[in-house]
């Protein structure tokens, strides 16, 4: 590969952090862009992605969620000669009953990928399911660390993947001209539920933390009384819905045909994140 960099957009995220790390480990030029971040990208303002773009040749889209700006911004790629393309897209976008969508992510994350796949670049899709980071870096690892978790989501089972399979497979997906024309759906090798999810996280850090089901209005009326406005509260409600139905329970071999190896354990993430601090008492 030549020296032009890579462009790693919302550098600063659970999956783009890690890309820029893995990057980096492998010796290979990278401009790390976010709001806040080493190098000033900001989708909202449009003066930041040239300066982004020059001289890059390869960009992984972590795009901003309710919006169309990835196909203007892939259409400013191609005028800079950027050669590949890698999407954050996600498992569920093919079918319309996945979640409610008030907020108009899943028209804007269909215009991205098609606008990627449409622009004569080489491109490839990364479709994960729930991070199992959501645990440790993401909304529910407040309840973790007080040792309880209160969610809607019944006793329905999601197939976590790791944020770390999925910095590797699109670090592969950056890299390597064999990935190019294909979407990887990204799960855990299992499904397993909240109650099993937070005993294995107890397990691992041995703290006793518990899983607490919440009906819907139960768990809005307790964000409510928080301090979150009432629509904020739906719309998180509405996000951990498909949890319960067990719509992300199935699994996806896109780990697999990436990296020609299974994807981590729901248990290999807890243990490692439990070794690196990542539940601070």
């Not at 098609?114 to 980071?133: D, K, M, N």
């Not at 978790?149 to 993947?161: H, I, K, T």
């Not at 397990?203 to 009384?225: F, H, K, M």
């Amino acid at each position: 590969m030549s020296e032009q960099s890579i462009l790693v957009t919302g550098a600063t995220g659970k999956s783009g952090r890690r890309v820029v790390s893995r990057l980096r480990a492998a010796g290979l030029p990278v401009r790390a862009a976010s709001r806040n971040g080493e190098h000033a990208f900001d989708w909202t303002d449009r003066g930041t992605w040239d300066a982004a773009l020059e001289g890059v040749r390869s960009v992984y889209i972590v795009q901003m969620d309710g919006t169309k700006l990835v196909r203007p911004f892939v259409e400013r790629a191609v005028r800079h000669g950027v050669r590949r393309l890698v999407l954050a897209s996600g498992r569920g976008i093919d079918d319309p009953d996945y979640a409610k969508d008030g907020g108009g992510v899943r028209e804007g994350i269909l215009d991205s990928e098609a606008a990627v796949r449409e622009s004569g670049l080489e491109w490839t899709i990364s479709r994960p399911g729930w991070f199992a980071q959501n645990f440790s870096e993401g909304f529910f690892a407040d309840g973790i660390r007080a040792g309880e978790l209160r969610l809607p989501a019944g006793d329905g089972a999601a197939s976590f993947v790791d944020a770390e399979d999925i910095a590797a497979v699109v670090v592969a997906a950056l890299t390597d001209d064999r990935h190019a024309g294909r979407i990887y759906e990204l799960s855990g090798p299992r499904a397993v539920t909240l109650a099993e999810a937070v005993a294995t996280i107890s397990e691992a850090t041995g703290r006793d933390i518990r899983y607490v089901p919440l009906s819907a209005e139960e768990y809005v009326a307790e964000l409510v009384r928080q301090g979150v406005p009432p629509a904020d509260a739906r719309a998180f409600a509405d996000v951990v819905e498909p949890l319960g139905k067990g719509t992300d329970a199935y699994v996806s071999d896109g780990v697999q045909r990436a990296l020609g190896r299974p994807p981590r354990t729901f248990a290999e993430f807890a243990r490692s994140t439990a070794a690196a601090g990542g539940w601070p008492a």
